[in-house]
Nanobody
């Protein structure tokens, strides 16, 4: 069973920062890439950032330059610092374990397992 545990969400003012963490078992860390997604009220879940086992990363345009995903193999944890937060970043943030590959130069990610999510609220 793959278990993912997110933490680090909270309430922050616009322009502030949070750091999300996603912890999982060593066997999972070695087998899967990790993807961060978010879901705002009334909206579909959307991909935010992904990191392959190799460390290759991919970001959606709306977070480029503000969020940076990284992996710490010594802690079996993936981090997603959220900087320069905006009210429209308010959502539940989920990490996932999945498959990452590059097809015709385009990064592609398919999630297989999900964490429980952590709430991020940005006030204006």
């Amino acid at each position: 069973q793959v278990q993912l545990v997110e933490s680090g969400g909270g309430l922050v003012q616009a322009g502030g920062s949070l750091r999300l963490s996603c912890a999982y078992s060593p066997s999972t860390f070695d087998r899967y890439a990790v993807g961060w997604f978010r879901q705002a009220p009334g909206k579909q879940r959307q991909k935010v950032a992904t990191i392959a086992k190799s460390g290759l990363t991919d970001y959606e345009d709306f977070v480029k330059g503000r969020f940076t995903v990284s992996r710490d193999s010594t802690k079996n944890t993936v981090y997603l610092p959220l900087n320069s937060l905006k009210p429209e970043d308010t959502a539940i943030y989920y990490c996932s374990a999945g498959t990452f590959w590059v097809y015709s130069g385009s990064p592609t990610y398919t999630p297989h397992y999900w964490g429980q999510g952590t709430q991020v609220t940005v006030s204006s």
